[in-house]
Nanobody, 121 residues
Framework: QVQFVESGGGLVQPGGSLRLSCAAS????????MSWFRQAPGKEEREWVA?????????KYADSVTGRFTISRDNAKSTVYLQMNSLKPEDTAVYYC?????????????WGQGTQVTVAS
Protein backbone atom coordinates (compact mmCIF):
# COMPACT_ATOMS: atom_id res chain seq x y z
CA GLN A 1 0.00 0.00 0.00
CA VAL A 2 1.00 3.66 -0.27
CA GLN A 3 3.37 4.67 2.48
CA PHE A 4 5.44 7.73 3.38
CA VAL A 5 8.21 7.54 6.00
CA GLU A 6 9.65 10.88 7.05
CA SER A 7 12.92 11.26 8.94
CA GLY A 8 15.66 13.75 9.80
CA GLY A 9 13.87 16.03 12.22
CA GLY A 10 15.21 17.14 15.56
CA LEU A 11 15.99 20.04 17.85
CA VAL A 12 18.03 22.83 16.31
CA GLN A 13 18.96 26.35 17.34
CA PRO A 14 17.67 29.36 15.40
CA GLY A 15 19.81 29.87 12.33
CA GLY A 16 20.65 26.19 12.12
CA SER A 17 19.98 23.63 9.39
CA LEU A 18 18.30 20.27 8.99
CA ARG A 19 17.78 17.92 6.06
CA LEU A 20 14.56 15.95 6.01
CA SER A 21 14.02 12.79 3.99
CA CYS A 22 10.84 11.04 2.94
CA ALA A 23 10.89 7.52 1.59
CA ALA A 24 7.80 6.70 -0.47
CA SER A 25 6.49 3.32 -1.53
CA UNK A 26 3.43 1.60 -2.97
CA UNK A 27 2.95 3.82 -6.02
CA UNK A 28 4.79 5.05 -9.12
CA UNK A 29 6.80 7.74 -7.34
CA UNK A 30 8.56 9.00 -10.45
CA UNK A 31 5.24 10.00 -12.02
CA UNK A 32 3.93 12.18 -9.20
CA UNK A 33 4.53 15.76 -8.09
CA MET A 34 5.63 15.61 -4.46
CA SER A 35 5.28 18.16 -1.68
CA TRP A 36 6.29 18.82 1.89
CA PHE A 37 3.70 20.01 4.40
CA ARG A 38 3.91 20.99 8.05
CA GLN A 39 1.57 21.21 11.01
CA ALA A 40 2.52 23.69 13.68
CA PRO A 41 1.67 23.21 17.36
CA GLY A 42 -1.92 24.10 18.11
CA LYS A 43 -2.96 24.29 14.47
CA GLU A 44 -5.47 21.88 13.04
CA GLU A 45 -4.49 22.07 9.39
CA ARG A 46 -1.32 21.21 7.61
CA GLU A 47 0.41 23.99 5.69
CA TRP A 48 1.92 23.40 2.27
CA VAL A 49 5.65 24.20 2.32
CA ALA A 50 7.23 23.20 -0.99
CA UNK A 51 6.59 21.11 -4.10
CA UNK A 52 8.61 19.50 -6.87
CA UNK A 53 7.44 18.19 -10.22
CA UNK A 54 8.66 15.26 -12.23
CA UNK A 55 10.55 14.67 -14.45
CA UNK A 56 11.71 18.31 -14.81
CA UNK A 57 12.08 18.90 -11.11
CA UNK A 58 10.46 22.34 -11.16
CA UNK A 59 10.07 23.66 -7.63
CA LYS A 60 7.75 26.02 -5.77
CA TYR A 61 7.84 27.31 -2.21
CA ALA A 62 5.61 28.96 0.30
CA ASP A 63 6.54 32.61 0.81
CA SER A 64 7.51 31.89 4.41
CA VAL A 65 10.32 29.51 3.39
CA THR A 66 11.47 30.91 0.04
CA GLY A 67 15.21 31.40 0.00
CA ARG A 68 15.75 29.20 3.07
CA PHE A 69 14.36 25.77 2.12
CA THR A 70 15.22 23.61 -0.90
CA ILE A 71 13.18 20.64 -2.05
CA SER A 72 14.73 17.89 -4.16
CA ARG A 73 13.98 14.33 -5.17
CA ASP A 74 15.71 11.12 -6.20
CA ASN A 75 13.33 9.09 -8.35
CA ALA A 76 15.66 6.09 -8.32
CA LYS A 77 15.32 5.94 -4.53
CA SER A 78 11.66 7.07 -4.38
CA THR A 79 12.76 9.71 -1.91
CA VAL A 80 12.08 13.42 -1.56
CA TYR A 81 14.22 15.74 0.54
CA LEU A 82 13.85 19.10 2.22
CA GLN A 83 16.99 21.05 3.04
CA MET A 84 16.13 23.66 5.65
CA ASN A 85 18.57 26.47 6.36
CA SER A 86 18.36 29.60 8.50
CA LEU A 87 15.71 27.97 10.62
CA LYS A 88 13.41 30.14 12.71
CA PRO A 89 11.31 29.30 15.77
CA GLU A 90 8.19 29.65 13.60
CA ASP A 91 9.41 26.70 11.52
CA THR A 92 8.70 24.46 14.50
CA ALA A 93 6.21 21.84 13.32
CA VAL A 94 5.71 18.23 12.36
CA TYR A 95 6.77 17.87 8.73
CA TYR A 96 5.09 15.49 6.29
CA CYS A 97 5.55 14.61 2.65
CA UNK A 98 2.89 13.43 0.24
CA UNK A 99 2.01 13.19 -3.42
CA UNK A 100 -0.08 16.12 -4.60
CA UNK A 101 -2.41 13.72 -6.37
CA UNK A 102 -3.37 12.00 -3.13
CA UNK A 103 -3.72 15.22 -1.15
CA UNK A 104 -6.09 16.70 -3.72
CA UNK A 105 -8.18 13.60 -4.46
CA UNK A 106 -8.48 11.66 -1.19
CA UNK A 107 -10.07 12.49 2.13
CA UNK A 108 -7.42 10.27 3.74
CA UNK A 109 -4.30 10.76 1.62
CA UNK A 110 -2.04 8.22 3.34
CA TRP A 111 -0.28 10.65 5.71
CA GLY A 112 2.80 9.22 7.39
CA GLN A 113 3.86 9.76 10.98
CA GLY A 114 5.80 12.89 10.10
CA THR A 115 9.07 14.10 11.61
CA GLN A 116 9.23 16.69 14.40
CA VAL A 117 11.30 19.82 13.84
CA THR A 118 11.83 22.04 16.85
CA VAL A 119 13.70 25.33 16.50
CA ALA A 120 14.61 26.74 19.89
CA SER A 121 17.55 28.07 21.83
Amino acid sequence: QVQFVESGGGLVQPGGSLRLSCAASGFAFSRFTMSWFRQAPGKEEREWVAGITTPRGDTKYADSVTGRFTISRDNAKSTVYLQMNSLKPEDTAVYYCNADYYVTTRSDPYWGQGTQVTVAS
